[in-house]
């Protein structure tokens, strides 16, 4: 990998599920920019806003400090894994209590300057 042409953005809080988070986030990987972009903009999934603005920071960061050509970019990797979890009380019947977890993931996504001949999803 080369780290020339690469740039790197984290969120380390998003309050969803990590397997409903890596449903949005697999289907962006190997996209162009641009269209990964559009189809997060138009997604009904709440949580789409929040991987936008995490691939929007990797695109600014391969402009801003890597200088890299946004037209030019594609999403090499994007990986979720599992960060804390808040965990709640809800009360049930002759005084007891059930838990509810409320999980947290983190995102990681990748994007790399690459020429327009290697192979893209679509």
């Known amino acids: 990998m080369n780290q020339n042409l690469t740039a790197i953005a984290k969120d380390n809080m998003v309050r969803i599920s990590p397997i409903k988070l890596s449903i949005i986030v697999n289907s962006i990987v190997n996209m162009k920019?641009?269209?990964?972009?559009?189809?997060?903009?138009?997604?009904?999934?709440?949580?789409?806003?929040?991987?936008?603005?995490?691939?929007n920071a990797a695109v600014a960061?391969?402009?801003n400090n890597k200088q890299l050509d946004i037209d030019r970019l594609f999403i090499k990797e994007a990986f979720v894994?599992?960060?804390l979890r808040?965990?709640?009380?809800?009360p049930r019947a002759k005084g007891r209590a059930?838990?509810?977890l409320k999980p947290f993931s983190r995102v990681t996504i990748v994007v790399e300057e690459r020429s327009e001949n290697k192979k893209e999803k679509v």
Do not use: D, P
């Open 61 to 63: 960061n391969a402009e």
């Open 98 to 100: 059930a838990s509810i």
């Open 86 to 90: 808040m965990k709640r009380w809800r």
């Open 33 to 55: 920019v641009s269209m990964a972009v559009n189809q997060l903009q138009f997604s009904s999934k709440r949580i789409s806003k929040t991987v936008l603005k995490v691939l």
């Open 81 to 83: 894994g599992k960060s």
